[in-house]
């Protein structure tokens, strides 16, 4: 039921983000096919935008996307033609995924053993040397992080191959490069998640029952501190999934993360809306199963 | 880490908000390291170009030199001084950030607070209104905006203003571009806030006095607000920071010659190859841009824990 009304709340917000999409990009000066042999007759030019349908007026191209969008079809490319968007996109996204669920559970098993250390060890060295470590990895941009590792480990050690992604080993490099700066953040949520309850009445009760320290922080501490986490992971697995530029760019992975960056650079009008409907889409669904996770993980959270 | 003793009775009711906030914020050392670091940074940074050795962007023929006689931490590609364009870049970095983050400010605060303040209606389409521009991409937003706007915005600053004035435009862009898509979090934190105040009893007290809307707001319930706004602050600049980097590594960044430290970052990412390595170029921009950002992130972290124990109290 409340998975039902979730899933129907959705449709105004993704109607919302598609018009907004659609009216920025067409709205904004200059268009896709500025930088094509320009000394083009206006009859070659006026037959191109009147087979994408430019010349009519906005709403009605809208309307147009739209009625297409209900029977799956985002339009053709205007960038890559004879290509549709939904074909791009279907090839791409399988790849981008895969890398990034890889990246999402090398975050999750980096960040949280050492955020959980430095909850545990609060105020030590250890906190501080885990928090330094966390925020360096914050800190440092992916693309300087990527030929390092690609120059030490692929080039020099010939231990992983350089770039393409064709067998399992193919994923460790971009795996590690994309994962860094997530496995940071994770880290810090986990630690202020963990510290701010550290001292909550349930917890004293648990100290009090006898539980060791240990177990107190395990079953209890863990749990509720988690919660940051959580609720981080629907935006960070959003932008995981979809791809990244800098590590598609690296490695030469054919994903949908380097389109998001080229489409908007050349204006490719369906291809820009294409791709952020599925970002969209792809958030709102991660948010409604973070709130389900949210809800099972702390029973006090109620949204009825 | 020191724990705060429980003060004596008189001592508390007496001292302001702002004092015990201020005394446990001292009380940490590591925020109170960083903080002055940082202005100590700052401090050189902004007096730089009166004592700098080497001009940031003249070349030379030392090309590559590595660090050490007249080049403290070597030279670029065009044999300029990288030290020197390290202390412009990060002033540049740390402009960029705060403006950026300043831009988050002002669209953040005023959101939150009136979707906060008038509730009903207005609030759930204002908030409905930031969870549209949750699910758009920021990367797609921000390389739209910069590269459509900026040829016409500057057209249009040459002509009203001057050319020089239209030289900034990509300045300009960059504050309002990467404000605009940092203020979200800042306006469902303030409107959280402003919500769970506008129930308590000094507005009410403030509202049967007969005190108008505005004042209430401006008055009574943001100067409760700011503390939380100023935490919140201090941990957007360097995502700005790390935002603007991204984009100098796409060329949408700060133009050369000026630089940034993101774009010294990326310039020297752009030279790691098999044969020689030029380490300097990579190791010394990022442990400078790694250090500044530690050192906002901690002053954050120790603000925010500060507060977060009077709220306790």
């Known amino acids: ?304 | 880490m020191i724990e705060a003793k429980p003060a004596p009775a008189g001592r508390a009711a007496s001292e302001s908000v702002t004092r015990r906030v201020w005394r446990r914020f001292t009380g940490r050392r590591v925020a109170v390291v960083s903080a002055g670091v940082l202005a100590l940074f700052v401090l050189l940074v902004t007096l730089w170009p009166w004592i700098e050795p080497h001009h940031p962007n003249v070349l030379s023929d030392a090309q590559f030199a590595e660090p050490g006689g007249r080049y403290w931490v070597g030279t670029d590609v065009h044999g300029r001084d990288l030290l020197t364009r390290m202390m412009h870049g990060a002033s540049m970095s740390l402009m960029v950030g705060t403006a950026g983050a300043l831009v988050s400010l002002v669209i953040g605060v005023s959101w939150g607070a009136v979707a906060g303040y008038s509730g009903g209606r207005l609030d759930a389409w204002m908030m409905r209104g930031v969870d549209v521009l949750y699910s758009l991409p920021s990367i797609i937003f921000v390389v739209v905006l910069i590269t459509t706007l900026e040829t016409a915005l500057k057209q249009w600053f040459s002509r009203v203003f001057s050319n020089d004035f239209a030289e900034s435009t990509r300045f300009l862009l960059l504050f309002f571009g990467l404000g605009s898509v940092s203020w979200l979090t800042m306006a469902r934190i303030v409107r959280g806030q402003v919500l769970s105040l506008k129930s308590r009893s000094f507005v009410g007290a403030s509202r049967v006095l007969g005190a108008s809307h505005g004042h209430i707001l401006w008055r009574h319930i943001l100067p409760n607000v700011w503390g939380v706004v100023i935490v919140y602050l201090t941990l957007t600049v360097p995502s700005v920071v790390l935002y603007e980097s991204f984009l100098s590594f796409l060329g949408l960044g700060v133009q050369p010659p000026q630089a940034s430290l993101g774009s010294l970052i990326a310039e020297g990412a752009s030279q790691i190859n098999p044969i020689r390595v030029y380490w300097w170029l990579i190791a010394f921009p990022s442990g400078l841009l790694a250090a500044l950002l530690l050192a906002l992130s901690f002053v954050g972290d120790g603000l925010r824990d500060s507060l977060e124990e009077r709220d306790r109290q």
Not at chain 1, 2 to 16: A, C, K, N, S
Not at chain 1, 31 to 47: M, N, T, V, Y
Not at chain 1, 194 to 203: D, N, P, Q
């Open chain 1, 1 to 304: 039921m409340y998975f039902t009304r979730r899933l129907i709340g959705m449709i105004p917000v993704v109607l919302g983000i598609s018009f907004l999409a659609f009216m920025l990009v067409r709205l904004a000066p200059g268009g896709p096919f500025d930088h094509e042999r320009r000394p083009a007759s206006p009859e070659i030019e006026r037959r191109i935008r009147e087979k994408y349908h430019l010349d009519e007026p906005l709403l009605s191209q809208y309307g147009r996307y739209l009625s297409g969008l209900l029977r799956g079809d985002l339009g053709p490319s205007l960038k890559y033609r004879n290509h549709s968007v939904a074909d791009i996109v279907m090839q791409g996204l399988p790849v981008s995924m895969t890398l990034g669920m890889c990246a999402f559970l090398f975050s999750l098993g980096v960040g949280l053993p050492s955020g959980f250390y430095g909850a545990a060890r609060r105020g030590g060295f250890g906190d501080y040397a885990t928090s330094l470590i966390a925020l360096s990895g914050v800190c440092v941009p992916a693309f300087v992080v990527g030929p390092l590792l690609v120059m030490e480990f692929a080039v020099r050690k010939r231990v992983f191959p350089v770039a393409l992604l064709e067998s399992p080993i193919h994923l460790i490099l971009p795996t590690v490069t994309l994962g860094l700066y997530f496995s940071g953040r994770v880290s810090r949520l986990l630690r202020e998640g963990m510290i701010g309850v550290r001292e909550a009445e349930f917890v004293v009760a648990a100290r009090a029952k006898g539980l060791s320290e240990v177990s107190v922080l395990l079953r209890h501490v863990f749990r509720i501190g988690m919660l940051p986490v959580v609720s981080y992971s629907g935006p960070m697995l959003a932008d995981l999934l979809t791809g990244s530029f800098v590590v598609e760019n690296l490695f030469q992975i054919p994903g949908i993360g380097v389109f998001m960056v080229n489409s908007s650079l050349s204006r490719d009008y369906t291809m820009i809306v294409g791709l952020v409907l599925v970002y969209a889409v792809l958030l709102l669904m991660l948010n409604i199963i973070v709130d389900v996770a949210y809800r099972w993980l702390d029973p006090r959270v109620s949204y009825d």
